[in-house]
């Protein structure tokens, strides 16, 4: 260690700055950072450990170790789903200045331990206030320290047209959450957040921000929506979904399954099956990257995805089992609706077939994982494949 006042002043803040982060814990367990949010979820809100805030995230710039925190566990606001609500007793509270948090990162990356930030917070003092304490920290990070790993921000309801463009200029990443489709829907999960003013509103202005500095780099948006306690429907989410993709550019949509909090006001209502989640991941996919319209999504009953089946083979079993398409003269968009078909695939074949006839299933082997899946619901070169796949 090297000697001097300042490095003294830094060995003593920093442990208690570690301890504090430890305490904290996997606090924004529920909160993902990254592309794969399955991938990040490790348990309920309990661990108490400076390791419980690092998480491995995928993102665009490659997998990597983040530290995922918040400035404050506490909060004066009191959504019924949320630890951290105010006046939940179980709940410790933990406060980081910007400096504290800013200084922790910078040493947790020289260590080698971290090599992004996700920052997100409680409120208090209002989401301006709370806002300014969450840029503080990335400006500190990005101009005392010349960080140049991940960011990722958290704009809190409320926050003002400057603050989300200059949190944009910092991140690499920015989240509104929405938490719910509608207004009513998020009276019953939250009732002090606005769903249009306050976060609708914020990312479509991010969106416009986006537009006015086309030669900027700024963070891309995504949204969270806690799913399964309030009767949202996958119809509800999707269309909104389809919406913002189109409308905000968002980046990516997080379905967070709803989960009981004891001491909140939602603690005996029934877990979010996982399994919904999942088909939200998948169907949400389809709208992205896919082309899909909501319209084109297999809902039954009162607007739900099946359980049972992927989106994209429910989809296929009702359109394509009687119709399926011939993978030598399909367009593109066709090509996309067949399961086991991703945009890779599609342009594959697309590729292939101008050098080859496509009649032999085995020949997909060379471009698809599992031609198996496809299979009921293509020709090649006019007839159905033979059902029997080849082994190797
Ligand atoms: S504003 Fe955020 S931290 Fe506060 S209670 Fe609501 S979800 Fe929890």
């Known amino acids: 260690m090297p000697d001097g006042g300042g490095c003294q002043m830094l060995v003593r803040a920093i442990p208690n700055t570690?301890?504090?982060?430890?305490?904290?814990?996997?606090?924004?367990?529920?909160?993902?950072a990254g592309d794969l949010p399955e991938s990040e979820r490790r348990g309920r809100y309990q661990s108490h450990s400076l390791a419980e805030c690092i998480t491995n995230v995928t993102t665009p710039r490659g997998k990597m170790?983040?530290?995922?925190?918040?400035?404050?566990?506490?909060?004066?606001?009191?959504?019924?789903?949320?630890?951290?609500?105010?006046?939940?007793?179980?709940?410790?509270?933990?406060?980081?200045?910007?400096?504290?948090?800013?200084?922790?990162?910078?040493?947790?990356?020289?260590?080698?331990?971290?090599?992004g930030m996700f920052l997100s917070s409680g409120i208090i003092k209002g989401g301006v206030t709370t806002q300014d304490k969450i840029i503080d920290t990335a400006e500190i990070v990005r101009r005392k320290y010349r960080y140049r790993g991940y960011v990722h921000l958290k704009i809190m309801p409320g926050s003002e047209y400057d603050q989300l463009y200059r949190a944009m200029q910092l991140a690499d990443r920015i989240s509104i959450n929405l938490e719910a489709p509608t207004q009513a829907r998020l009276e019953a999960l939250a009732p002090k957040k606005e769903f249009t003013r306050e976060l609708l509103n914020m990312l479509m202005l991010a969106a416009q921000i986006r537009r006015e500095h086309p030669h900027e780099r700024l963070a891309g948006s995504v949204t969270q929506f806690v799913v399964g306690a309030v009767?949202?429907?996958?119809?509800?989410?999707?269309?909104?979904?389809?919406r913002l993709y189109q409308q905000a550019g968002l980046k990516r949509v997080y379905y967070s399954s709803f989960s009981p909090v004891e001491q909140t006001p939602l603690e005996n209502v029934a877990a979010?099956?996982?399994?919904?989640?999942?088909?939200?991941?998948?169907?949400?996919?389809?709208?992205?990257?896919?082309a899909w319209e909501v319209e084109d999504l297999p809902f039954v009953g009162?607007?739900?995805?099946?359980?049972d089946l992927d989106p994209k083979r429910a989809w296929a079993e009702i359109n394509l089992r009687e119709t399926p398409i011939d993978l030598m003269t399909a367009e593109r968009s066709q090509l996309l609706r067949i399961p086991g078909v991703g945009p890779k695939t599609a342009d594959a074949i697309l590729r292939i077939r101008r050098q080859t006839h496509l009649t032999d299933i085995g020949q997909l082997r060379k471009l698809m994982r599992a031609p198996e899946q496809a299979a009921p619901y293509i020709l090649l070169d006019g007839r159905r494949p033979a059902q029997q796949l080849p082994l190797f």
């Open 18 to 32: 570690l301890e504090k982060l430890a305490q904290i814990g996997d606090a924004t367990a529920f909160e993902p």
């Open 65 to 115: 170790p983040v530290l995922k925190t918040m400035i404050t566990t506490a909060c004066e606001r009191n959504c019924y789903y949320c630890p951290f609500r105010a006046g939940r007793a179980k709940t410790k509270r933990v406060t980081f200045t910007p400096d504290e948090l800013a200084s922790a990162l910078d040493q947790m990356g020289r260590a080698g331990h971290v090599d």
């Open 231 to 242: 009767g949202d429907t996958d119809l509800e989410l999707l269309s909104l979904s389809s």
């Open 272 to 290: 979010n099956d996982p399994l919904r989640e999942h088909r939200l991941y998948q169907a949400s996919f389809l709208l992205r990257d896919y």
């Open 302 to 307: 009162e607007g739900n995805l099946r359980l």
